[in-house]
Every structure is written in C-alpha cells, then in structure tokens.
C-alpha cells in the first residue's frame, strides 16, 4: 500500500506534477486520497512562483472513480459523517475546477466514475490511445452528484445524459469526440505531448491566464462556490443516495461480484 497517496513536486519553471498514488487499486479514491488533493492544493496555493499544475495517476490507470470497499464502510455511518466525506470529495474537485493557475491532465488506462469528474474540472486534458472512460455510479446505485457540473461543461447536457445514465465504457477517440478530453496520443508520447502544452501555456502572462480561467468560469455549471445552495443540495443527494437500499445492493454486487438485483435477468 503507498504510503503517500498523493505525491507533487514543484520545478523551477514553477511547474507542479500532482500524482495520484494509488497504483495498487488504480489510484481508486478514499478519504487519504482526498486528503492528499487538497493538502497538495494548499501547499502549492502558497508558492508564489506556481505557473502550471500537470496532474497525473501512477501506474497502468489514471483514476478509477471511488474505492468501493471505501464508500461501503461509510456508508453505515451517521448522515452528518456521509455528508462530510461527500463535500470533501466535492471540494477536492471544485479545487482543481476553480484553481487560479492552469491545469493540464494526463490520462492513461481506466478513468472512471470520479476520474471523469477530476478530468473535467481541469483545463486541458490528454489522453493516451488506451484510456478507457464510465462515469459508473449508476451502476452501483449511487449518483454521480457531486461531478455532474464539470461534467455538463465539459461536454454538455445532452452527452451526459447518455453517459451518465447508461454507465457504458468508452475510449479515447469517442472522449475526444464528446469533448472530454482535447487530445489522444500514442501511450508512449503522452508526457511529450503534456510537456509541449506545458510550454505553451509558460509562454503566456500569468495574470492574464487567471483572469481568462476566472471569465470562464463565470458562465460554467461549475463554478458555483461551496457557499452556494446548489452546492449544498449536491452534497446532500451524494451523500444520501449513498445510503439507500439501493446502493447497498450495487455495492453489494460488487463486492461478491455478481450482477445486481436490477441487472439480473428475469427469464
């Protein structure tokens, strides 16, 4: 097991690399992992030469959603600790949706479920021709609440409406053509391709790429601030699915691997 779940560190161009270091289970999120996004946010947030933020997952995957062995031992708890674990995972995307400084995300193997979410609140996205993307939480009768802003800027309502509700895989060249990732490239080429957006985006004024990202998000469906009452009904509906009958049963599938009631057939 890593030790460090979130690994970063800053060059002297005032570069940062954010790594998800969860290889054993796919970089899968708990509550360490959350923990690391932001702590990496805040000790970065205090360098004041951070120009760029790259954020990349360790191993053959880049993020694969929700460690479900995870949310099923919190899912017993009380409302309020549900609640509580539901807004940090909010905040750990939301600070990476509305971070100051751009952010460039680099994608290979599986994205799912809360990956997608990560991917969405970044600014460019890179893809390697064998990433695999879901947004899974139907599946295990949960919701995917807290992601579904980013998700409808990165690719619009309608397109959502067709992932989100069938939980179906696809690959690079379709999150392309959805607009969910800007770029696929060959495996090998992906820190290349990621180091040459990295340079370009150098290349700019520093204030003047804030303030573009602060005029974007003005319009964005993800740029509502955790003060917001959409924000709170968001945590709300997240954590609470995650202890209906239902999700106990899709968590429940999982974990013995088998189908769900709802997907078995009824022949």
Known sequence: MSANPVLWNLDERGVA????????????????????????????GSKPN???????????????????????GVRPKSPEENEAVSRATFEAVQRLNTLPIPTVALVQGGCFGGGTGIISACDVVIAADNALFSI????WGLTAAIIIPQLCDAIGVRQVRRYALTGERFGAEDARRIGLVHEVVPLADLETSGAKVVEQLL???????????????????????????????????HAAKRQTSEASEGLASFAEKRAASWGASNA
């Open 17 to 44: 690399t954010v790594t998800l270091n969860r290889p054993e289970v796919n970089n899968a999120y708990d509550a360490g992992l959350i923990g690391g996004v932001l702590q990496a946010m805040d000790d970065l």
């Open 136 to 139: 899974t939480e139907v599946r």
């Open 50 to 72: 951070l120009r760029v933020v790259v954020l990349k997952g360790n191993g053959k995957h880049f993020q694969a959603g929700a460690d479900l062995k995870w949310i099923n």
């Open 203 to 237: 290349a700019n004024g520093p204030q003047a790429l804030a303030e573009t990202k602060a005029l974007a998000m003005e319009s964005s469906f993800g740029g509502m601030s955790v003060e917001d009452d959409a924000y709170a009904r968001l945590v709300r509906m």
